[in-house]
């Protein structure tokens, strides 16, 4: 009886012991799997209550690779959208401006919509979803690409990488905006915040006329609060136009008569007045920050008359003070002779002036 007891004893701590680990492998495995279910922090959900934002109203991203920022936008009760939280991107590859061709390493800048099944909860970079590069206006100007994304793993090829921490928040965002009904949302991907200082300093970038166009998309949202409805045509892109009865948007074709709503004309104009007068200020203090290029002085050529001009192209400078051979002071019979013979050459120059 006690040796059955015991084997008892025995049996049951090994099936507790057996339980534990179970126990502790399905928490490992169920934190792994459940990342795309990840709930947002209560800190978060609170501020967005402050905010008059339902946990699943809509979003907007934007993204600054200068600034290195990748802020989350959600609509308010009123509609307009409002920032809730902004994230220091981990790494972006390539340099300033828009995406061109398939392995170049180059981040995309432009308008793009993200849709449910361009989510991906099993990325092999933690957590991502697929910026839809290359979009209407990148085909239309024959520009290749493919798998540009915003993941995790805080690794860059072409993509906007972020931290894991980060990227389960950006994607809980994302998925409770889906569930609460949005069908897509837009992420906004620019150079910089571009504001007439940030633009006057790139003002002689290769890239200035695409950054001028995209700024129009950029203001409005600045002036509305609100997503700007973005179209193609005539291979630019356009926003917040209505086209006529009857008229559609296509990415290669002439534009058509459109208008945007009168009220953001007005405020528009408005702001572009006074964008026009910061840029003008800040392009000319720019200007004034440069430093003056060094002159190089002329060729001594007086010196030497006698020498051919390729003779004077190839000459080189001495290497230092310390090579110039030093010239002798004349004596006063040779400098009267210079001065006589001065005079002479002097006096047959005008004589020839006169005969030609």
């Given at each position: 009886?006690?040796?059955?007891?015991?084997?008892?004893?025995?049996?049951?701590?090994?099936?507790?012991?057996?339980?534990?680990?179970?126990?502790?492998?399905?928490?490992?495995?169920?934190?792994?799997?459940?990342?795309?279910?990840?709930?947002?922090?209560?800190?978060?959900?609170?501020?967005?209550?402050?905010?008059?934002?339902?946990?699943?109203?809509?979003?907007?991203?934007?993204?600054?690779?200068?600034?290195?920022?990748?802020?989350?936008?959600?609509?308010?009760?009123?509609?307009?959208?409002?920032?809730?939280?902004?994230?220091?991107?981990?790494?972006?590859?390539?340099?300033?401006?828009?995406?061109?061709?398939?392995?170049?390493?180059?981040?995309?800048?432009?308008y793009y919509d993200i849709n449910p099944y361009q989510?991906?909860?099993?990325?092999?970079?933690?957590?991502?979803?697929?910026?839809?590069?290359?979009?209407?206006?990148?085909?239309?100007?024959?520009?290749?690409?493919?798998?540009?994304?915003?993941?995790?793993?805080?690794?860059?090829?072409?993509?906007?990488?972020?931290?894991?921490?980060?990227?389960?928040?950006?994607?809980?965002?994302?998925?409770?905006?889906?569930?609460?009904?949005?069908?897509?949302?837009?992420?906004?991907?620019?150079?910089?915040?571009?504001?007439?200082?940030n633009m006057a300093a790139h003002s002689d970038n290769?890239?200035?006329?695409?950054?001028?166009?995209?700024?129009?998309?950029?203001?409005?949202?600045?002036?509305?609060?609100?997503?700007?409805?973005?179209?193609?045509?005539?291979?630019?892109?356009?926003?917040?136009?209505?086209?006529?009865?009857?008229?559609?948007?296509?990415?290669?074709?002439?534009?058509?008569?459109?208008?945007?709503?009168?009220?953001?004309?007005?405020?528009?104009?408005?702001?572009?007045?006074?964008?026009?007068?910061?840029?003008?200020?800040?392009?000319?203090?720019?200007?004034?920050?440069?430093?003056?290029?060094?002159?190089?002085?002329?060729?001594?050529?007086?010196?030497?008359?006698?020498?051919?001009?390729?003779?004077?192209?190839?000459?080189?400078?001495?290497?230092?003070?310390?090579?110039?051979?030093?010239?002798?002071?004349?004596?006063?019979?040779?400098?009267?002779?210079?001065?006589?013979?001065?005079?002479?050459?002097?006096?047959?120059?005008?004589?020839?002036?006169?005969?030609?």
């Open positions: 009886m006690s040796f059955n007891s015991s084997l008892g004893w025995k049996s049951l701590l090994l099936v507790s012991a057996l339980s534990l680990v179970l126990v502790g492998c399905q928490d490992v495995l169920e934190s792994v799997d459940n990342k795309a279910e990840y709930r947002l922090p209560k800190k978060l959900v609170n501020k967005m209550k402050a905010q008059d934002q339902r946990v699943r109203a809509p979003i907007l991203i934007r993204i600054f690779k200068q600034e290195g920022v990748l802020e989350v936008w959600k609509a308010r009760g009123n509609g307009r959208y409002a920032l809730v939280k902004d994230y220091e991107i981990c790494k972006w590859s390539g340099k300033l401006g828009p995406k061109f061709k398939e392995g170049d390493r180059q981040a995309p800048e432009g989510m991906n909860p099993k990325s092999s970079y933690y957590l991502s979803f697929n910026m839809g590069y290359p979009n209407r206006y990148d085909r239309a100007h024959g520009r290749t690409g493919s798998n540009l994304m915003v993941h995790g793993a805080c690794s860059s090829a072409g993509c906007y990488s972020m931290t894991d921490e980060q990227v389960l928040e950006i994607y809980a965002f994302a998925r409770e905006a889906f569930r609460g009904g949005q069908t897509s949302f837009q992420v906004q991907a620019y150079p910089f915040r571009m504001t007439a200082e290769e890239h200035f006329d695409y950054w001028q166009m995209i700024k129009v998309g950029y203001d409005h949202f600045e002036l509305t609060k609100r997503p700007p409805k973005v179209d193609i045509c005539d291979g630019k892109y356009v926003f917040n136009q209505i086209p006529e009865d009857g008229e559609t948007f296509h990415a290669q074709r002439a534009c058509p008569p459109s208008a945007s709503p009168q009220s953001l004309q007005l405020a528009y104009a408005a702001q572009s007045k006074r964008y026009d007068v910061a840029f003008t200020k800040a392009l000319e203090k720019a200007e004034k920050n440069k430093k003056p290029a060094a002159i190089a002085p002329p060729p001594e050529t007086a010196a030497q008359p006698q020498q051919s001009d390729r003779q004077l192209t190839s000459a080189v400078a001495p290497a230092s003070d310390d090579a110039i051979t030093p010239v002798p002071t004349p004596s006063p019979a040779n400098q009267q002779k210079a001065s006589n013979e001065a005079a002479e050459q002097s006096s047959t120059k005008k004589s020839w002036w006169k005969v030609w």
